[in-house]
C-alpha cells in the first residue's frame, strides 16, 4: 500500500536575485511501513524534499499525497492533526537543554493527546529506547548517542505513523551509529511505523534502507530497492558514490605487471561463488587468472561479492576471458592503476 506519493513536487528558492529549484520536479512513492532513503551530496536538495512531507517547507508546485490526501491543499488545523502523525529526528537532536530528558519527552506529549497518562507514557518511550534510568538527567550529560535515542522517543510520543529523519546518524561515530541504527530497524518491525530517512552515508543506505532514491541537484536520478542500486547503479553519480563506496583498497605491493596481464574487477550475485567459473574459463582458453584481491558486501539480506581477479597468457585469449567472466557477472571492468 502507498503512504506517501510526490509527483512533480518542486521547491523554489532565490538567493540574490536568483532563482533556482532545490527540489526539483520530483515524484516518489513511499510504501506503508518501509525504510525508505534518500541519499545524496550535500546540496543536492534532500533536506527540502523531507521537510515538504510534514510542510515545514511548502512546495511552490507539485502534489503530496499521504494516505491518500492531498496536504498541500490542506488548511491550518488539519496541518497540526498530520503532524502530529510525523514524528522527525535530526542531526543535532534538537532537544531543550534546559529541560530533563522526562521533560523534554513530556513537552512532546503535551502538544498531543496524551494530558491524562503523562508520567506513564514517558516512561513507556523511554523503555522503548531503553534510557528508562536517564528520565531526571539533562541532555548535557547525555552522549550524542543518547541524545539522539531521547530524540526518537520524542519523535515517537504521539504514536506516529511516519517518522522522518535528517540525517539523523551523521553527527554519531560508527558504533553509536550502528546503535541507533538497529533501534531504528526494530522500530519499524514493531510498531510498523515508515521510515523516511536521508543521508549522505551509504554505509547507513546499506544497513538500513529497504529502497531508496538518489538525488542530485533537486532532482531524483534513480529509485530502486537498496540491492539493486548497489548491485547495479545506472545513474552517473549513482555510480560514482556506489563505485567508491565498494571499491576494494588495492595496496601499491599488491598491484601485479600491468605490463604482462590484465586486472580486472568483478562483482556478482554474492551468493555463488565464481571459483567455479574462473576455473571454467581458465581452461576454456588456457589462460591463468588469479585472485588477488576479494570482499563480500551484505546489503540488507543480499549480498554482493567483490573479486579481483588477474589473467596473464596469449594477448587474444586474455581479451575472450575477459569477455566471457564480463558476461557471466553483472559488472566487470578492468583497472589499470593502483586505487
Ligand atoms: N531557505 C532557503 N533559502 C534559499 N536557499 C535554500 C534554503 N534552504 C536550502 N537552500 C538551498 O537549497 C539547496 C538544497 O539544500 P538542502 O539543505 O535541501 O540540501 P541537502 O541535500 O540537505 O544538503 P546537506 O547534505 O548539506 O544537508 C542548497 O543549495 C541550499 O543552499
Ligand atoms: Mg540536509
Redesign the pocket.
Known sequence: MDKIILEHVTVN???KKKH?A??DDVSLTIKQGEIFGVV??????????I?TLNLL?RPSAGSIKIDGVEITQLPADKVRKLRQKIGMIFQHFNLINNKTVGENIAFALKAGNYKQALPERVKELLDLVDLGDKIDSYPNQLSGGQKQRIGIARALANNPEILLC??ATSALDVETTEEILRILADINQKLGITIVF?T?ELEVAKKLFHRMAV?EN?KVVEADSTYNIFANPKAAITKKLVGRYLNLQLPNELLPDLSKGRLVELRYQGKSTLTPLITDVSKEFDVAISIIHGKIEYIQNDVIGILLVYLTGDKNAVEQSFLRLSQKVFAAKEIKEAI
Not at 550535500?42 to 533536506?47: F, L, R, V
Open positions: 528558492f532565490s538567493q533556482f532545490a527540489v545524496g551530496l550535500s546540496g543536492a536538495g534532500k533536506s527540502t524534499l521537510r517547507q535528517d540525517e536521508i549522505h538525488m533537486g
